[in-house]
Antibody
Framework: QVQLQESGPGLVKPSGTLSLTCVVS?????????WTWVRQSPGKGLEWIGE???????NYNPSLKSRVTMSADKSNNQFSLRLRSVTAADTAIYYC?????????????WGKGTTVTVSS | EIVLTQSPGTLSLSPGESATLSCRAS???????LAWYQQKPGLAPRLLIY???NRATGIPDRFSGSGSGTDFTLSISRLEPEDFAVYYC?????????FGGGTKVEIK
């Protein structure tokens, strides 16, 4: 059974870079799945950040595209998110999730989430 | 960008009652790429429905989804105490994904 676990600094300074990692256990990052990041600002709804495939394909939310990079680390079976030039508006719970994409598209496995606060 | 509008924002119901949640898209979306998620406080979202009407593994049959084009519905019959949560719809198309703003189903 695939499980995901996010990790990274809980506090990032304004104008800095937010870096998170999602470790995949019980399965392979190099499967046919895509992998995604979703965030949730305090008391708000869900916001899609983007997605990536182990082979290198990526799609990003246009509103974040200029600041986001997602990448795969196949040797460690994990993938990562980098968000540059952060502001307080980037304070959120960040979730990684597995995407099943074929005839259907859905996120069927989620990490528990990690809270990131942007503050000096 | 396709905007998903969920209504109502909050639904106040009693256990045993039925719930009907709406998700309306600003333009037509592929039903195969329309999903519903449930989120309880402090937890990650959980997949309920994919392809507009297919229940995910382990989801009880009191949950059902329907719709096509721009109008989609999540129905919950006979609400159980564990069903009180926030529900989100999600669509994917043209390499872009959006979520609806959510509907909170609360105990009346």
């Amino acid at each position: 059974q695939v499980q995901l676990q996010e990790s990274g600094p809980g506090l990032v300074k304004p104008s800095g870079t937010l870096s998170l990692t999602c470790v995949v256990s019980g399965g392979s990052l190099s499967s046919s799945n895509w992998w995604t990041w979703v965030r949730q600002s305090p008391g708000k709804g869900l916001e899609w950040i983007g997605e990536m495939y182990h082979g290198g394909g990526t799609n990003y939310n246009p509103s974040l595209k200029s600041r986001v990079t997602m990448s795969a680390d196949k040797s460690n079976n994990q993938f990562s998110l980098r968000l540059r030039s952060v502001t307080a508006a980037d304070t959120a719970i960040y979730y990684c999730a597995r995407v099943t994409w074929g005839q259907f598209y859905y996120m069927d496995v989620w990490g528990k989430g990690t809270t990131v606060t942007v503050s000096s | 960008e396709i905007v998903l509008t969920q209504s109502p924002g909050t639904l106040s119901l009693s256990p045993g009652e039925s719930a009907t949640l709406s998700c309306r898209a600003s333009q037509s979306v592929s039903s195969t790429y329309l999903a519903w998620y449930q989120q309880k406080p402090g937890l990650a979202p959980r997949l309920l429905i994919y392809g507009a009407s297919n229940r995910a593994t382990g989801i009880p049959d009191r949950f059902s989804g329907s719709g096509s084009g721009t109008d989609f519905t999540l129905s919950i019959s006979r609400l159980e105490p564990e069903d009180f949560a926030v529900y989100y719809c999600q669509q994917y198309g043209s390499s872009r994904l959006t979520f609806g703003g959510g509907t909170k189903v609360e105990i009346k």
